[in-house]
């Protein structure tokens, strides 16, 4: 099974809203990954978690907060966005690297539109 | 960070073999990867190969790595329609934990 599974898969928030985006996997993966893709880009990275705990943040607005509360699950919380933050929000996971290939496997992810 | 570059669109005939081609600046890279994206979809992986291999066959896909010149290429044999999709390839650093994507080609098969 490699299946990462996002919810919900759209979203509309007015600038004011709080919403939480879900992943989840099941394959005994310890990184997980968010990205955020505009059409026709390649996606951006905004957020690693290694073994539960943040270890790569590209320096992306408070507006957006993941939390990790566990190896299978990953949320970004959102607050005050923009509609420049409207996209598709990707999450992904892989093996911690130093165990082998670090092949990510990605959910179909969130189709985000701030009004 | 580093740069992964493609072409922007490929357009070919069905049946026809398409080859996708990436260049990329790290010299460090220690994975490459193939990645697929449909309309509305997330990435699919496709394929990778290890930097200490040249090349990589997985039924219609054959991965050639040139070290080198540091370039990546994707043959699709027998292109089918399925196919048309946007793809990205992508390397990592050496943590493993970074994915730095190409620009990402769109291919468009002609039937």
């Known amino acids: 099974d490699t299946e990462v599974t996002q919810t919900p898969k759209h979203l509309v928030m007015g600038m004011t809203n709080k919403k939480s985006l879900k992943c989840e996997q099941h394959?005994?993966?310890?990184?997980m990954y968010w990205y955020k893709q505009k059409a026709k880009k390649p996606p951006e990275l905004m957020f690693v978690?290694?073994?539960?705990?943040?270890?790569i943040n590209e320096s992306v607005p408070s507006r957006f907060s993941p939390e990790c509360p566990n190896s299978s699950l990953l949320n970004l919380h959102l607050h005050a966005l923009q509609p420049e933050d409207s996209a598709l929000y990707l999450c992904?996971?892989?093996?911690?690297?130093?165990?082998?290939?670090?092949?990510?496997?990605f959910g179909p992810g969130t189709r985000l539109t701030v009004t | 960070g580093e740069d992964v570059e493609q072409s922007l669109f490929l357009s070919v005939r069905e049946g026809d073999s398409s080859v996708i081609n990436c260049t990329y600046t790290?010299?460090?890279?220690?994975?490459l990867y193939w990645y697929k994206q449909e309309p509305g979809a997330g990435l699919q992986l496709l394929t990778y190969?290890?930097?200490?291999?040249d090349m990589k066959q997985d039924q219609r896909l054959t991965v050639l790595l040139n070290k080198k010149d540091k370039h990546l290429s994707l043959r699709i044999a027998d292109t089918q329609t399925g196919d048309s999709a946007i793809y990205f390839c992508?390397?990592?650093?050496?943590?493993?934990?970074?994915?730095?994507f190409g620009t990402g080609t769109s291919l468009t098969v002609i039937p």
């Open positions: 978690y290694s073994y539960e705990k943040l270890s």
């Open positions: 790290d010299s460090s890279s220690t994975y």
């Open positions: 992904a996971s892989s093996q911690d690297p130093g165990q082998g290939s670090y092949e990510q496997y």
């Open positions: 190969i290890f930097s200490n291999m």
């Open positions: 394959m005994g993966h310890r990184a």
């Open positions: 992508a390397e990592t650093s050496n943590t493993g934990n970074q994915f730095y």
